[in-house]
């Protein structure tokens, strides 16, 4: 039997793989997302982090990891956009029902004396993801009394939400959420203040015109003006670490009214 070459085709010379994210590529993402975002990416969370970022490489045309991590470091518009894929966004309406239980019991009481005495009621959603948080906040206010909710919507009471993730803002300003969504919210909040549409729900414009969206990052200067008589921040400082939580909490308490 005569002795042959055996060719290989290019094609079969696999390269070797340039999406996984190495452990080196994963601290300098660490080190970003805690520094621009407060954010801490422990070792257990490459696997997460590697899977977010092959998702936005195709959105940047990148397909080596190395290098595009590189332009995540170098790169402001890029790098604000690796830091909303991190984010986690996971909310629901009602969440941790509790909490607005004791905004019914105790907040809401003092907000409508001072909307009868005409005076300014502001809430601030800090870390408002899609928007869930801050409607449940809404419609608690609100109520399911009429007379009581034409008061509220006639005086000078508003929410302002804010996250970082310009995409879930979009989210809130839209107001619209699945059909499942209604099981977690008191019925008659729900009968007064969402409608029906042909993808699920969507929070009426009465409520949704106390509320206005802004992107903000917790960390950086805040250009708001005032204060507020109240401030949710519940689920977001759970990814911070102690001493990020401690100086927000600081930042934070010098907004409240005094």
Request: net charge neutral; aromatic share 6%; with cysteine.
């Amino acid at each position: 039997m005569s002795d042959a070459s055996v060719s290989t085709p290019v094609s079969a010379l696999a390269a070797p793989e340039t999406r996984d994210l190495s452990a080196g590529d994963f601290d300098v993402i660490a080190r970003i997302a805690y520094a621009h975002a407060g954010i801490v990416l422990h070792p257990g969370k490459r696997v997460l982090v590697s899977s977010r970022l092959a998702k936005l490489m195709r959105v940047h045309s990148c397909d080596d990891m190395h290098a595009f991590v590189s332009l995540v470091a170098n790169d402001a518009r890029v790098r604000r956009s690796a830091i909303e894929a991190l984010t986690t966004n996971h909310t629901k309406f009602f969440r941790e029902n509790h909490h607005f239980q004791h905004v019914t019991q105790t907040f809401r009481p003092i907000m409508m004396d001072a909307v009868r005495a005409r005076r300014r009621v502001r809430l601030w959603s800090a870390g408002s993801s899609t928007g869930e948080e801050v409607y449940s906040l809404t419609m608690t206010l609100l109520g399911s009394a009429p007379a009581e909710s034409r008061a509220i919507l006639a005086g000078d009471v508003a929410l302002l939400a804010t996250d970082i993730n310009a995409q879930v803002i979009t989210v809130g300003n839209r107001a619209q959420y699945a059909a499942d969504g209604l099981a977690e919210i008191p019925p008659a909040l729900a009968s007064a203040w969402t409608e029906r549409d042909a993808d699920g729900f969507r929070v009426r414009e009465e409520a949704r015109s106390l509320v206005r969206f802004r992107q903000l990052n917790l960390l950086d200067e805040w250009p708001i003006s005032g204060t507020f008589d109240a401030i949710f921040c519940r689920n977001t400082m759970i990814y911070f670490d102690a001493a990020t939580t401690e100086r927000l909490q600081c930042r934070l308490a010098e907004k409240l009214c005094s």
